[in-house]
Each structure stands twice: as C-alpha cells, then as structure tokens.
C-alpha cells in the first residue's frame, strides 16, 4: 500500500470535513499530495489515471465549498472521480480499487453516503442531478447545492444535451461543472468539441461579464428576480461583441468561464461566488488530462487506464507479447482491415472507442472510411444504418454495456428494415475489475427476441474472424457478433477466413451421459471440465452453438432425443439467454430432459478479476466439472 507523501496533510482528512478545517493557503500541498497519492497507488493497483489526476484542483475545491455529503456531487464520468473516493473516507482502502470485494472504480452509493449517484456510463450526470436538485426545491430545502460535474467527453452524448434543454423548465439551482479536457478515452469529435475550443477565445471577455456581475452583485444592483432579463441582455451583448451566441446560454443556463480548472484558489472563489445563485447555472473549467504525471500528459490516450507503471520513469509495465494469444479486440481491428481492403463499401463506426476496440487500424488504414461519433451509441447504430441504407456494408462496434443504450435504434432503424451491418459487441460477458456498470451480459436476453437479427458469437479468434466474414459475405439482415474482453486462445490465429453456415452448431466432441451445450468462448472452460471429469468415467458430449439467433434446432432435435441430462453454458445473463431458449425448444418439442443451465445469475455482478467471478458464478471449469460429476 502506497503512503500519504505529506502526512500532516493528507493523512489527517478523513472526510470532507476534515478538508473544510485546512487552512485555504495549505490546499495547493494537498493538491499535490492527492495527486501523488494517486500515482502511487495506481502504479501498483491498475485503474483510471489520466482522468483523476486532471480533477484534482476541482476535487479538492468542490469539497472545500460545499457541504458534502449533504451537497450533492453527482460525477460524470466516474472515472473522473478517485480524489473524490480518497477525500470521502476511502482513503486507506483506496488501494483495493478494482480489486474482488474492494472498492469499485466508480462512485457507487451503496460504496459511500458521498457518491451520490452511480456513474459507469457516460452523460447521465445533468439529467440526475437536475432531479436531485427540483426534488430538493419540492422538499423546500432551499440550502441544499447539486453540482453535476461533467466531462471526460460525456458532453457529446445525446442524454446530456436533453437534460441542458430541460434544465430551465422547472425550478431548480443545478450547477454545472463542464470540466473540458478535450478528451474521452480518446480526443474528442464533433462540432462540440470545436466549439469548445473556440469559446475559449471569449475568455477575456467572460472574465470581464463575470467580473462586472460580481460588482453589480455586491452594490445590491441585480438580484436572482432580475435574472433573466440579465441574462438575456448579457447574451445579446456577448453576441454583440464577440460576434458569436453561447450554447449554454442559448439553453437559458448562465454561463461562466472558462477558466483555469488546475487553480484551485481560483475554483474556491468563483464557486462561493456562483453557488448561491438562482436558476441553473454552467461552470466551463479547462483541465489537462493526466496533469502532473509528464508521460500521461503527453499521451493521454495510453495513459487513460495503463495498468501497472514505473512512477518513477513513466514506463509502463506490459506483461502481454506476440508469443501470447492477441486479445480479441485486436483480432478484430486487423481483420476489420483485411476485409475492407478487398470491398470498398465496407466502413467502420464505433462510439467514442476507437482504442478500446482496435478500431484505430481501420482508422489508420482507411481514414475516410472509419468513423469515431463520440459518446453516442445511439447515433453510431442510426448513423451505421443510414450507411447501409445507401448500400455500404458498416462494422458498428459497441460494447456490450454500451448497446444498451441503443436499443430503440436497434429495433426501430436497424431490424425493422432488415438492413445488412455487422454489429460487434465487444466486452460481451462478466467484464472484470469496472464491474456491474459494464457487464455486457444482457445482450443475449435482450436481443434474441428482436426478430431479423443474427446473433452469434465465437469460441475463439479463428471463428471471430470466420463469423466477420460470413456477415459481411452472406448476411441479407443485421448480423450481431458478441465476443469477449482480453486474450484469445490461439497464438496462430490468421487463419484463412471461411463462411460459418447461419444457424448451424457444431458437435466439439462425442459422448452418452450428458450433453454440455456452449455458446461462444466460454465453452473453452468447458473444454478445460470435461477433461478433469474423464478419469471419472462420464462420458460428456459437447456442443458449440455458435449461433443463438436462429438456433440449430437439427442439433437441438439430436440432444432432445438422445440425452435425458443437459447443461447449458454462457457467459450471460442465464434468465433470456441460451439456457431459455434451449428450455423453450425442449418444452415446444415435446422433450423432456432435466437442464440445468450455468451463466451469470439474476443479480448485479460486483467487480474483480475475469477468473474470480467465473468462480462466484460458477462458470469457471472447476465448477462446471463439479456440476457434470453431480448431476
């Protein structure tokens, strides 16, 4: 466990509270004690860096103003948010992040009375905190703050621009914090992002308009009833003299900065002077991701989360090789590339993720065809079907998590009109260490009943790129194909592609006690079961399904008839996955054997490594192996 550098400093605030009793000319150290604390830690305890070291002025400041927990911080994104996490009582567990049964990486309330709202995904943080803030003015607790803090490229999805537009609708004193480092996971795209840039060409003149209206304030001039004619003379001015409108303003939300988010001084005096004003309000603070650590300032990207890193030199600690397996995602990026380089319609599309999915060789490769949307996984897939509309062949990847959210636009613009795209979820399945905000185990249940969709999903990386390649050659529809984070199985795995037949399983191996039926790469821990059950003289037949959406019902006929045991395995939900649709088969059929079905069970999976929740799962081979021996 890392130590606390200035331990007269940070190694005496337990809470908040604690951090309010710090005399204002000491919080430059903890500043800088918090941002070491973090670099210390994570360089041993892998997680989000470049993120949270870019908060830690704000961090340090909002705590400082408000009177947290009662105030309350609603993060977005929450990897924004370890300082947070360390000031709020975590500190001497903050070693634990990510780790099974430690904290999470994400504010949680369950965690802590401090974390106000859960924060995995990205742009939430306006609409909620804008109910937080007009069920407090219903409850007439008039001295209760909500801040939203915003950033790390969460603007630019779609929920944040609706709840800017509500936000002067009903009664609220929201305060929001758009904390513009110019990055997601990767630098950000759009419109936005360059309009962001060019506001802050006004900044001079923001000072000024702040300035003035902080004197005007105190001489008792203008008052929060006066507001909005204020404000609507202040735009009409700003427009005036700066020859262009403010976007926030426009929503009727009062805009101040941009200012310098890395002087925490500055923050404490603009804060106190803003918190207590009416009516919804935007604070515009420029930060540098990874700020303070050198090689995460200039690399923001690799640095967002790069495991484990020597502190001292900025090298980062790589264990993975070519010799290994590739990971997946990888698989996919280079495959991607093989493709499109023999049919020109094919074009890549991905929601902020570019380096997540390996979508960058494509982008590399082909950058008129590959396409970053921003935090928007709704657009990508409309966006992606209006390519295919006009015959291209799109590769839309979304995580797993993530498509979630683009579920309408997947019914509505995508299966209805039976349009030919490919869609690759990556992260299918338990995720590991960002736990159950990112999970991509519904995918299954939630797509297996929308008719006009494939949905597959392979054991390894030879048929991942066997199944990209039947979607793209033979698909008249949308074609899913689910696969998992981290490494493959196959350290050979260019194999020359071939069409894997739509609805057609595969029989992996003979047997006469039981059947196993798999879907996807989790059937390799039934591979590793079946043989630790061999010298015990069960004789186990094992089924790859490939598809679960149409499934081999040919293959279900031959296991309905000739097994009276059957098992089913997937690295999902088990209530609307694979197990449910072999029970619905069996029951529509006529047959009756006991099923018993392994996958993720009905409740929300905490975080921790890949081979500790196959264990708290009991998908992992021991378990599957003491199943067969039971059963």
Known sequence: ???????????????????????????????????????????????????????????????????????????????????????????????????????????????????????????????????????????????????AVIGDGAMTGGLAFEGLNNASANPNNLLIILNDNDMAIDHSVGGLSQYLVDITTSQTYNKMRYDVYRGLRKMKLINDDRRENILRFNNSLKALLTQQHNLFEGFSIRYFGPVDGHDVNYLIKILNDIKDMQGPKLLHIKTKKGKGFKPAEESATEWHAPGRFNKETGQRIVVHSLEEPQLYQDVFGHTLVELAEKDDRIVGVTPAMPTGCSMTYMMKAFPDRAFDVGIAEGHAVTFSAGLAKEGMIPFCNVYSSFMQRAYDML?????????????????????????????????????????????????????????????????????????????????????????????????????????VLSLGSIGNEVIKAIQMVESKGISVAHYDMIYLKPIDEELLHEVGQRFTRIITVENGVIKGGLGSAVLEFMADKGYTPLVKRVGVPDEFIEHGSIPELYKLCNMDAESIAGLISSF
């Open 411 to 515: 019914i509505h613009d995508v299966a209805i009109q039976k349009l030919h795209m490919v869609i690759c979820l990556d992260r299918a399945g338990l995720v590991g260490e960002d736990g159950a905000t990112h999970h991509g185990v519904f995918d299954m249940a939630y797509l297996r009943p929308v008719p006009n969709l494939v949905i597959s999903s392979p054991l390894n990386e030879l048929d991942l790129r066997n199944l990209m390649f039947t979607g793209y050659k033979t698909a008249n529809g949308p074609f899913v194909i689910r696969y998992p984070r981290g490494k493959g199985e196959k350290k050979d795995w260019r194999n020359e592609m071939t069409i894997l037949p739509v609805g057609k399983g595969r029989k992996l191996r003979e047997g006469k006690d039981i059947a």
């Open 1 to 147: 466990m890392a130590e606390c550098k200035n331990k007269h400093i940070l190694s005496s605030i337990n809470n908040p509270a604690d951090l309010r009793g710090v005399s204002q000319d000491k919080l430059v150290d903890v500043c800088a004690d918090l941002r070491q604390y973090i670099i210390d830690v994570l360089s041993e305890n892998p997680g989000h860096l470049g993120a949270s070291l870019g908060t830690v002025e704000l961090t340090v400041a909002l705590h400082y103003v408000f009177n947290t927990p009662y105030d309350r911080i609603v993060w977005d994104v929450g990897h924004q948010a370890y300082g947070h996490k360390i000031l709020t009582g975590r500190r001497d567990e903050f070693h634990t992040l990510r780790r099974f049964k430690g904290i999470g990486g994400f504010p949680n309330p369950k965690e802590s009375e401090y974390d106000a709202f859960i924060a995995g995904h990205a742009s939430t943080s306006i609409s909620a905190a804008m109910g937080m803030s007009v069920a407090s003015a219903l409850k007439n607790e008039q001295d209760r703050h909500v801040i």
